[in-house]
């Protein structure tokens, strides 16, 4: 059962996690996508009755990629927060915990089409805010799947909650789906929908099950 595995696109080196992240080990950088923080509060906020505790049950899974991982940057690849009505004061405490618990993290939001709602979040937070197609060396990240730049390696993005169809007997699974240099991540929030992609020949994906992750290579030669 492989909890994670390691990658190489385009002459980069990353490690995909089986809680729906990637890691860059040589800059020391975690990428997760589509946290949608603060979800349920919006969706309590609306009548809806759903379970509390999303938020910091997702916050959690961040802390332990950030510690096994030893990551010094984390970016979040858009839709940090699902609504401006999604920062409760619940959700605000636990991100103010969080960032509290990590000091020196480097904490980069690329802007997703969620965020453009939300509006500014509380000055005195470690977020840097950036625009689709911020860059780290030959890696470029955007929140919707956009071609890759000419002069770059790999396009990571997020947004469409990538999912795989396995079967009647599996349903469909979370997975990484990469196709012509753009990686597109699963959602680590967990109170999100996914979209089942269609693969192509050439497509590359990882499904993501209970506590593992796997290529699918052999099923793809054998459903396209």
Known sequence: MAHEIDVELNGIELRLHCDGA????EQQTLF???????????????????????????????????????AKRLVILGDMFHARSSLSPDVIGSLEAFFSSHPR?????????HDA???????????QIVDPYY?????VMTHHPQPVPTD???????????????????GK???????GGMMVLPAIGRFTGTHV????????????????????????????
């Open 22 to 25: 990637v890691s860059w080990p």
């Open 32 to 70: 997760v996508a589509d946290t949608h923080f603060g979800k349920e509060a919006t969706f309590r906020r609306h009548g809806i009755p759903v379970p509390i505790g999303s938020t910091q049950g997702t916050l959690t899974r961040i802390e332990k990629l950030i510690h096994s991982t030893e």
């Open 105 to 113: 993290l480097a904490i980069t939001l690329v802007r997703g089409n």
């Open 117 to 127: 709602h939300v509006g500014q979040l509380p000055p005195s937070w470690p977020v």
């Open 135 to 139: 860059r780290l060396g030959d890696l």
């Open 152 to 170: 770059a390696s790999v396009l990571l993005c997020g947004h469409l909650h990538p999912a795989v169809a396995m079967g009647a007997s599996f």
């Open 173 to 179: 699974l979370p997975c990484f789906h990469y196709r």
């Open 197 to 224: 992609v269609q693969l192509e020949r050439d497509d590359r994906a990882w499904a993501i099950g209970e506590n593992e992750i796997f290529p699918l290579g052999a099923y793809l030669r054998s459903n396209v």
